[in-house]
């Protein structure tokens, strides 16, 4: 994970299968429901509707009862290249982030690129849920080095 | 997608601590080493009582320790009090990580299902 620019968070991650693989498993609401909670809880709900102008929205139940949903809607589609949507935090509705999600061939393994945009900084560190006014990467550069030095 | 770690916000933390960038400048030159207040001063061009301020907020969470020498009040950085925030702004990473875990065992799943199927894609 990266900060860009102060509006962006940057994912990567290779995957070892082809990309159609990758992109059924980030397409398929079954599926989703299988990975996306991240061992905090349930998804109890997984809706996509696969289609420009469609909506998605998923509803996580974290172990402790606390419930989050997320929603948006897919404003781009390349089947197995490309996936463009929004997304809102329904607990933050003001802060809505464009998705870019993006899969490439290496060999039979597959790049992920995952592009957060929000539409300013606050909404960023927002997202990460940093509570810091400013200098999210000065502050994540410093505390690296901090929690290097406790090793 | 957001890693949902709600957090209380109270005005003596570390995360408060640190939100503020002249306290920022603070840790970054104690980094380097146990200083007195006086090059604290020297390095951000504030006046005394301003940085006094701010090493009352530092020191209330934890993150800089003071020892008298002489007469001299010598300030030092304590990483500890830093490392929740570091391991909380990590668990957003984190969970993406354990997301992608999850999508792996997936992954093997449908690999083997096509192949099973004869699939030639």
């Known amino acids: 994970m990266t900060l860009p620019t102060d509006e962006q968070i940057l994912i990567t991650r290779e995957f070892d299968a082809p990309k159609h693989l990758v992109y059924k498993a980030w397409t398929t609401p079954e599926l989703v429901k299988r990975w996306w909670h991240a061992n905090r809880g349930e998804m109890t709900v997984a809706e996509i509707d696969l289609r420009v102008g469609g909506r998605w929205r998923y509803v996580m139940v974290a172990d402790g009862g606390f419930k989050v949903a997320f929603h948006g809607e897919y404003r781009e589609i390349v089947p197995n290249e490309r996936l463009v949507s929004t997304e809102v935090y329904e607990a933050m509705p003001d802060a809505e982030a464009l998705d870019t999600l993006m899969l490439a061939d290496e060999d039979a393994r597959t790049l992920m690129t995952l592009l957060v945009q929000h539409s300013s900084k606050e909404h960023r560190d927002a997202h990460i849920e940093s509570g810091m006014e400013d200098g999210l990467q000065e502050a994540l550069d410093l505390l690296e080095q901090v929690a290097s030095s406790l090793r | ?121």
Not at chain 2, 10 to 18: E, L, M, P
Not at chain 2, 55 to 65: M, P, S, T, W, Y
Not at chain 2, 72 to 97: C, F, M
Request: with cysteine; proline share 4%.
């Open chain 2, 1 to 121: 997608m957001i890693a949902c770690m709600p957090r209380a916000a109270t005005t003596a933390d570390a995360f408060n601590a640190v939100a503020e960038p002249r306290r920022r400048q603070i840790l970054d030159v104690l980094a380097g080493g146990e200083r007195p207040v006086n090059d604290l001063v020297r390095a951000l061009g504030l006046a005394q009582p301003q940085v006094s301020k701010h090493l009352r907020v530092l020191r209330e969470v934890g993150a800089v320790d003071v020892r008298g020498e002489g007469r001299q009040r010598l300030y030092r950085l304590n990483g500890h009090a830093l490392k929740p925030i570091h391991d909380w702004v990590k668990t957003y990473e984190q969970s993406w990580s354990e997301r992608f875990d999850q999508l792996d065992v997936v992954l093997e799943e449908l690999k083997k299902a096509e192949g099973a199927s004869g699939g030639d894609e």
